[in-house]
DNA sequence: AACGTGTACCTTGTTCAGCAAAGTATGGAG
DNA sequence: CTCCATACTTTGCTGAACAAGGTACACGTT
């Protein structure tokens, strides 16, 4: 089951911390690997995507390196910074305490 | 602890839809039902609230009426029509798919 | 009577995230 | 030599939520 866009929004950022919270990754294999976890519900948009990773390399959450796949192709690899791990964790948190809140609420109205 | 209010964002007609599958209610009640249950976690506000209210009214999703509460007071309770009840079950299923799906990153990626 | 407070609803204007759509470029398969 | 997947980027738009303000009434206090 595919779920509206909009159930996306607003978690965008909490998925890239997350995601590079736990090796560094590069923003192609991002969208893949947020889809293949997810059986495919869960597909980032590239034109989301790379404004957002600009942004929070802007706002130094990451930094960025290119470099060169072993196919010749080149890549920008993202990893966290020290600020960047922070967000990671309190993203991951407020994550956890809104489905929380929203699961006592839906849990509430007979299921 | 709050959570950033773009966390709430796309998961306002779910609310709504949970909260009125319960009993139909009046808006200023949803606004103190969401606070009260989620301790204080999940604050609605009125100008996205009445406006999302109208809205789903037009879209067939509720109806309401205007009665007169005991203290003289009038107020505008809605109830799910049953197009609404069949949105407010796939607003919850789509919902619970999400989370999964964001679980599953978040747990991946080192607790 | 006047005032403040909590209840209850509504609207206008703004902001900002995410998206659609399009573009650039490269490597490999056929 | 063409097509497809990979890989990154940008512009312009949309739409949800919000901030801020407004209206009005009941009730308690002064």
């Known amino acids: 089951m ?3 866009r ?11 911390l ?7 990754m ?15 519900q869960l ?15 802007r706002g130094g959450l990451l930094v960025a ?5 072993p196919t010749g192709r080149s890549r920008k690899y993202y990893r966290l910074t020290a600020r960047g791990r922070r967000a990671a964790a309190s993203k991951r948190r407020q994550w956890e ?3 929380a809140a929203m699961r006592t609420i839906l849990g509430d109205a007979g299921a």
Request: charged share 30%; proline share 3%; hydrophobic share 35%.
């Open 18 to 24: 997350a995601l590079l919270g736990e090796r560094p």
């Open 65 to 69: 390196e290119w470099r060169e796949a």
């Open 26 to 40: 590069y923003g192609y294999e991002m969208l893949q690997e947020a889809e293949r976890r997810s059986d495919s």
């Open 43 to 57: 597909r980032m948009k590239e034109g989301s995507l790379y404004p957002a990773l600009h942004q929070m390399e």
């Open 2 to 4: 595919q779920f509206d």
């Open 6 to 16: 909009e159930f996306l929004t607003g978690n965008l950022t909490t998925l890239i």
């Open 97 to 99: 305490t809104m489905a």
